[in-house]
């Protein structure tokens, strides 16, 4: 990189932390460090809740997941603006009639204790574990581009949040979203227009499209009811309706950004205000993705994305597996832009026969770039065979002008740190109101509570920095996240729902219950292939129907 890109990446990094820090100083009391005060507007509270949501694995991830698998990962946010209207109706004047630091604390008031102290721990596994992927997902890739220890990388993204986040708390948080909003969108949009102009003379947006179209790469809906896939609409509408149910009503980390608005119009606003956004957001961070894929059908692309991984290749004994596998993607390459060049001047006849042609040589191309995932894997188990997670970031460095590349990798540097930060602060919040307070330590005074959440979320960040020092890569780490939230969200809900709408179900009924559900959820992961998403509707509904069984069975043996 050069001069001006560290200056530009660090300049960014220092300037949003110190904001944080600045902007917020002066916490004095439990209810300002946990809830803001309760002194946020609409639009702090939708671009947090976006913010929280957007990890630095949505940026790296996402346009190389359009790459490989097109457009059709839009499906998966579907579900989403439907469960902000349902919940900004029903599930916010609750919190507010409430008045709670978490949402955990409704439990109590519905169930028991017990069923409290689940939830909470049900959140705080899940979340505890994904604080540590969103450190470690663009620490690994960082410290391969940037040539630093991977261990350094985790320190400097975990620091840095801890910094502002201990410092000044939901507040700090909010705050400092704002302008990592800002860098993360202002950011990729130079890339798309970046990317436009690198494209051939001849091929303009509309063209490019063409091209990414002719390849299956325009597959943004999919009505096929298959329960083995992960991204259909079915899927997007009714497991991604539970998912961001879940993630958006029970979750501490999305639920203490609204919580801190200055009223339930605010809070509303700042969900509906997600809920309009949050797909066209995810559509054009794919389009990205789209326009890579449709440059490198011009530009030679490397027959493995990860530079490092593949030197490590060409200096083992596969070296000459990897020479013939080198030679192949070349001469693929050559005939499939021969045949793009055929296709811009086709006519509507031969066009049909040319995009066969094109499919076959890129399926070619995606074979030869799965051999040589093999042969990285076989070199090392400790590498990742998969390359998704590069192929954005490759482009990135390797195209954009100075100055660009450092603000790119500030965008990935600031939705990681925006990200955790939203993480630990919930951790933060949940631990001291839910487990020490309630249970550990009930009559401390405000001070001690204060000092308390600042620790327990020092000690969060320390736990998701030592989970990102252990972590190995998935498959691909927007998956990998989403995955590991559909394990238990769907049980999450379904506890909420129950108390939400079903009335006569009681404390013990929907505790056994969870319980269940939550194993039914691992009994399909470990035993079945259907997608992860369907976990979201089947932990909830199985909750919701134990419950009610063992609610009827309940009362019938004691008449």
């Known amino acids: 990189m050069s001069t001006l890109d560290w200056f ?18 002066g916490s004095h009391n439990i209810e300002g460090y946990l809830l803001g005060d309760k002194s946020m507007p609409w639009w702090t509270i939708g671009l947090s809740i976006m913010a929280t949501q957007a990890s630095a694995i949505t940026f790296l991830s996402t346009p190389g997941q359009a790459y490989q698998d097109g457009m059709r990962f839009v499906q998966f946010y579907f579900g989403l603006p439907l469960a902000m209207i349902i919940l900004s109706v029903f599930v916010v004047p609750i919190y507010y009639r409430l008045r709670v630091y978490t ?35 663009p620490a690994i890739i960082l410290s391969t581009i940037l040539g630093w220890p991977l261990g350094y990388t985790n320190l400097i993204i975990g620091v840095l949040v801890i910094i502002y986040t201990v410092s000044g708390g939901t507040k700090a948080v909010s705050q ?19 990317i436009l102009n690198l494209l051939p003379e001849k091929v303009g947006f509309t063209e490019a499209l063409s091209v990414a179209g002719s390849m299956d790469r325009m597959n943004v809906v999919s009505f096929d009811m298959e329960f083995d896939d ?28 609204y919580l801190g608005g200055k009223s339930v119009k605010e809070s509303r606003l700042g969900l509906i205000f997600n809920g309009l956004l949050k797909v066209p957001m995810q559509f054009f961070i794919l389009l990205i993705g789209l326009m890579v894929f449709v440059f490198y059908q011009y530009e030679k692309p490397p027959v493995f994305f990860n530079q490092a991984a593949l030197e490590e290749v060409s200096g083992s004994s596969y070296a000459d597996s990897l020479q013939v596998l080198n030679r192949q993607f070349d001469e693929n390459f050559a005939e499939k832009r021969a045949l793009l060049d055929e296709f811009a001047v086709a006519g509507e006849e031969e066009s049909g026969r040319i995009r066969e042609q094109l499919v076959q040589k890129m399926e070619t191309q995606e074979n030869i770039r799965s051999q040589v995932g093999k042969l ?40 990681a740190m925006s990200s955790t930060a939203g993480e630990l602060n919930a951790l933060g919040s949940t631990t001291t109101v839910d487990l020490y307070k309630r249970s550990i330590k009930k009559n401390g005074s405000d001070k001690h509570y204060l000092i308390m959440s600042k ?10 920095i030592g989970v990102a020092m252990v972590a190995s890569l998935f ?24 108390g939400f709408f079903i009335k006569h179900i009681k404390g013990n009924a929907i505790f056994v219950a969870a319980i269940i559900g939550e194993a039914v959820v691992f009994g399909f992961y470990f035993f079945s292939e259907i997608g992860f998403l369907w976990y979201n509707l089947i932990g909830c509904g199985t909750v919701i129907l134990a419950a009610l069984i063992l609610q009827m069975t309940g009362n019938q043996v004691k008449n």
């Open 376 to 415: 990285v894997e076989g070199l090392d188990k400790d590498l990742e065979g998969k390359d998704t997670d590069y192929i954005f970031i490759h482009f990135v460095t390797n195209y954009l002008p100075k100055g660009l590349v450092g603000l790119l990798l500030a965008v990935i540097f600031s939705a």
């Open 455 to 464: 620790v327990l979320t020092f000690l969060w960040g320390c736990i998701a």
């Open 176 to 194: 400092t979203q704002k302008q990592q909003m800002a860098v993360m969108m202002g950011g990729m949009l130079i890339a798309f227009i970046v």
């Open 475 to 498: 498959e691909n780490l927007i998956q990998a996240v989403n995955l590991l939230g559909s394990l238990f969200y769907g049980t999450i809900l379904g506890i909420f729902l129950a």
């Open 230 to 257: 992960r991204y259909n609409i079915w899927s997007g509408l009714l497991g991604g309706f539970f998912l961001a149910m879940s993630y958006f009503g029970t979750d501490q980390s999305q639920v203490q950004r």
């Open 103 to 137: 949402a955990y604390e409704y439990l109590e008031n519905r169930f028991d204790l017990k069923t409290r102290t689940l939830a909470a721990f049900l959140f705080l596994v899940q979340r505890g574990l994904a604080a540590g992927i969103t450190i470690y997902a």
């Open 8 to 25: 530009v990446l660090f300049g960014t990094l220092l300037f949003i932390v110190s904001y944080g820090v600045w902007k917020t100083r």
